[in-house]
């Protein structure tokens, strides 16, 4: 903001009101952004852009944001350019008159096919001086470029860039050095790189949509005739506007003509979720055990269920009667007259791969429901047993331009969230409220329209119950919601803490469990403060007749066994470890208490990691230093062993190998782990 407010001065060449934005002066904004990995610059630079095409050309405004994000369109209208680099580097040659084994040479020394453009332009000067880009003749060439089909449409694509790239000028100076040119103006360099989808700008969509905001605002007060700068609050009333209006309608082609009309003022008002523009769906954040979910709910309500293991799907109806309203926005139509289509987690339409659930859809919803959007998970559905079938079943189905008649894996549609409801968002409405309204506009058939199982219970019993029925049931684990109150509104586009997931690989993992001695104990936090709320593992040594630590473990406890095992552990606590107790000596990685070694407890994991906090197999050579353990990742504790001793707990040559068949395990399949963590 500092920067927007002391430069007043436009650093940009001048056209004149009116006139086509020139694409020289948005490729000079490009260069200014590319010479700064400094955000606050990249969105002054932005947004000081942005305020001249509002000043001078606003009709530019929607394709200048456009270029700048690199895209076409929005992301459902699924326009694609559907070019390679081979493609590109065809139409470089062909403009410039290089053969393409130079060019290809240049593209391995320099490894930016923008740069290769501007090298080639540079050395084969123009006769001519060609007529000059503009930001709309640019994007209206890329889109005719992406939507050629039929015959010949690789050959047309090529024509089309070789027609923009001897349209843009080389190089200010003719000669070019590679190595120095970062930010070198050229048209072409920028041209290339936006066919191959990475403008190589550092430019965040996010900064872009703060810089129109910042532009918006600035607009809005020159013109109203106070000549200042605006202040700091209402910028970022404008970027808090802007956000969260793109975040319930992520449209540009929307949100930009309603803003060039009205400014800020009724935006929000103007440009509400609306069928057929996809949300960017609200995600969950990953737990490691219910006791994580416990602690964060703690004092409020929440709900789980079931993690169906498909696909994410957000489906938009608008019903034949009330279509009208809604023409041109929702692509497809339904067997009855309606508009439909069925969005991916990433806002691209799966109408096409879909056409069965599509078909039915108006046979799912009480006669007085008339438009909705849907929060689902697609899964596949075994139609003799009458079950969910694993996520792999849903993979073999074809991607596009599936014929109903076709169909072999069938699909049923697992409802969990309603986001509109006949022509209302609902969205800021409570979990509660809003699964009441799903539950009172459908009517659930079973194998092909349900909603999610849920269970409203509190308990760490009730919700292990639930895993494990869940886990029966083919799901992944479960989603825990906060139910009641404003923060269980649904948030579009965020990971959000109010959403928890619960998988069972983190639960249950490796399959074989071990055995391990519990050798210290934490104070309970929360719930659990009268109680230990988390353990310390070890697992046995023979050969050096020592108990090495493994984790800590605060899963798989109901209640009354915490209690049972405070009073049974209360009796056999030490003040120090004992000698033979192999455990790290760090601080920060102590126990609160020690305890005699008596007790074997079986215990599951997810997986095992090296870590230096832990002992276990330190010796067994699975780490080159010698200075790290094994450890258990996710461990979760399934009972108390009474019928073993303490040496007779699983050894750490066992917790050696089973890392070791993981690890090769692991190399021949690629991790099995969430890439959240
Ligand atoms: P992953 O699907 O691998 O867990 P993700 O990043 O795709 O990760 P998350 O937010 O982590 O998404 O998990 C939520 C996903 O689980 C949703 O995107 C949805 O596809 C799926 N899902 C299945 N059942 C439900 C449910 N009842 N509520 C919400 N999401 C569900």
């Keep these: 903001?500092?920067?927007?407010?002391?430069?007043?001065?436009?650093?940009?060449?001048?056209?004149?009101?009116?006139?086509?934005?020139?694409?020289?002066?948005?490729?000079?904004?490009?260069?200014?952004?590319?010479?700064?990995?400094?955000?606050?610059?990249?969105?002054?630079?932005?947004?000081?852009?942005?305020?001249?095409?509002?000043?001078?050309?606003?009709?530019?405004?929607?394709?200048?944001?456009?270029?700048?994000?690199?895209?076409?369109?929005?992301?459902?209208?699924?326009?694609?350019?559907?070019?390679?680099?081979?493609?590109?580097?065809?139409?470089?040659?062909e403009t410039t008159g290089r053969s393409l084994a130079v060019i290809k040479q240049d593209q391995k020394e320099i490894g930016d096919l923008g740069l290769v453009a501007v090298k080639s332009r540079a050395n084969q000067p123009t006769m001519f001086k060609p007529k000059p880009l503009t930001v709309r003749g640019v994007h209206k060439g890329l889109l005719d470029i992406a939507t050629v089909t039929g015959n010949g449409a690789q050959q047309r694509k090529v024509d089309g860039i070789k027609k923009l790239l001897s349209a843009a000028d080389g190089h200010a100076s003719g000669k070019v050095d590679i190595a120095k040119d970062k930010g070198g103006a050229s048209e072409a360099k920028y041209i290339v790189r936006f066919l191959e989808g990475k403008l190589r700008l550092g430019l965040a969509e996010k900064t872009v949509l703060v810089a129109?905001?910042?532009?918006?605002?600035?607009?809005?007060?020159?013109?109203?005739?106070?000549g200042k700068v605006p202040s700091t609050e209402k910028l970022a009333e404008g970027e808090s506007i802007l956000k969260s209006v793109y975040s319930s309608l992520p449209s540009y082609e929307v949100i930009i003509p309603a803003m060039l009309k009205d400014g800020f003022s009724n935006l929000k008002e103007n440009c509400k979720l609306q069928p057929g523009v996809p949300l960017k769906p609200m995600l969950a954040k990953p737990t490691k055990a219910i006791t994580e979910v416990l602690d964060r709910f703690e004092g409020q309500t929440f709900t789980c269920e079931y993690k169906y293991d498909g696909e994410r799907a957000q489906i938009h109806y608008v019903a034949k009667d009330s279509s009208q309203q809604y023409q041109g926005t929702v692509p497809s139509k339904t067997s009855t007259g309606g508009l439909a289509a069925i969005f991916s987690r990433n806002s691209e339409d799966l109408s096409k791969k879909y056409p069965d659930i599509l078909s039915k859809l108006n046979t799912w919803v009480k006669p007085?429901?008339?438009?909705?959007?849907?929060?689902?998970?697609?899964?596949?559905?075994?139609?003799?047993?009458?079950?969910?079938?694993p996520f792999q079943q849903l993979m073999t189905r074809k991607k596009k331009d599936v014929k109903i008649e076709d169909v072999k894996i069938k699909v049923c549609v697992f409802a969990f969230d309603l986001l509109f409801l006949n022509g209302e968002a609902v969205v800021e409405k409570s979990l509660r409220e809003r699964r009441e309204l799903l539950h009172s506009a459908f009517v659930p058939v079973e194998g092909e329209f349900q909603f999610a199982t849920s269970m409203n219970g509190q308990e760490i019993d009730e919700i292990q119950t639930f895993l494990d029925e869940s886990v029966k049931a083919s799901c992944e684990g479960l989603m825990v919601?906060?139910?009641?109150?404003?923060?269980?509104?649904?948030e579009p586009s965020k990971r959000s803490r109010n959403w928890l997931k619960i998988k069972k690989d983190y639960l249950?993992?490796?399959?074989?469990?071990?055995?391990?001695?519990?050798?210290?104990?934490?104070?309970?936090?929360?719930?659990?403060?009268?109680?230990?709320?988390?353990?310390?593992?070890?697992?046995?040594?023979?050969?050096?007749?020592?108990?090495?630590?493994?984790?800590?473990?605060?899963?798989?406890?109901?209640e009354s066994v915490l209690e049972e095992l405070h009073s049974q552990l209360s009796s056999i606590v030490i003040d120090r470890p004992k000698p033979f107790y192999s455990h790290s000596s760090g601080n920060q990685h102590q126990p609160d208490v020690w305890f005699e070694c008596k007790y074997?407890?079986?215990?599951?994991?997810?997986?095992?990691?090296?870590?230096?906090?832990?002992?276990?197999?330190?010796?067994?050579?699975?780490?080159?230093?010698?200075?790290?353990?094994?450890?258990?990742r996710f461990p979760r504790f399934i009972k108390v062993r009474e019928d073993k001793k303490p040496d007779m707990a699983t050894s750490a040559r066992q917790v050696a190998e089973m890392y070791r068949k993981q690890e090769s395990v692991a190399k021949s399949k690629g991790p099995a782990v969430d890439d959240d963590f």
């Excluded at 074997?600 to 353990?629: C, F, I, M, N």
Aim: proline content about 4%; hydrophobic content about 35%.
């Design 1 to 93: 903001q500092t920067t927007l407010k002391s430069n007043t001065k436009d650093p940009y060449p001048d056209w004149k009101p009116g006139e086509p934005v020139p694409y020289a002066a948005l490729c000079t904004t490009f260069s200014l952004i590319e010479m700064t990995t400094k955000r606050l610059i990249m969105t002054s630079h932005c947004s000081l852009f942005l305020r001249q095409v509002l000043r001078l050309t606003p009709d530019d405004l929607l394709p200048t944001v456009l270029l700048m994000i690199n895209k076409l369109a929005a992301d459902y209208a699924g326009v694609e350019l559907g070019i390679g680099e081979s493609l590109i580097m065809k139409a470089i040659g």
């Design 212 to 226: 129109l905001a910042q532009a918006m605002v600035c607009h809005e007060t020159e013109t109203k005739g106070s």
């Design 368 to 389: 007085d429901t008339k438009s909705f959007v849907l929060d689902c998970e697609t899964v596949a559905w075994d139609l003799v047993e009458k079950k969910v079938l």
């Design 481 to 490: 919601k906060m139910l009641d109150g404003s923060e269980s509104g649904y």
């Design 508 to 558: 249950s993992g490796i399959g074989d469990s071990l055995d391990l001695v519990v050798l210290g104990a934490y104070y309970g936090r929360g719930k659990r403060t009268s109680v230990y709320g988390a353990f310390l593992l070890a697992c046995y040594n023979p050969s050096t007749e020592t108990y090495e630590t493994i984790c800590n473990i605060g899963t798989g406890f109901s």
């Design 600 to 632: 074997v407890w079986e215990v599951k994991t997810a997986d095992l990691t090296l870590s230096p906090r832990y002992k276990a197999g330190w010796k067994e050579g699975v780490d080159g230093s010698g200075e790290k353990g094994i450890s258990l």
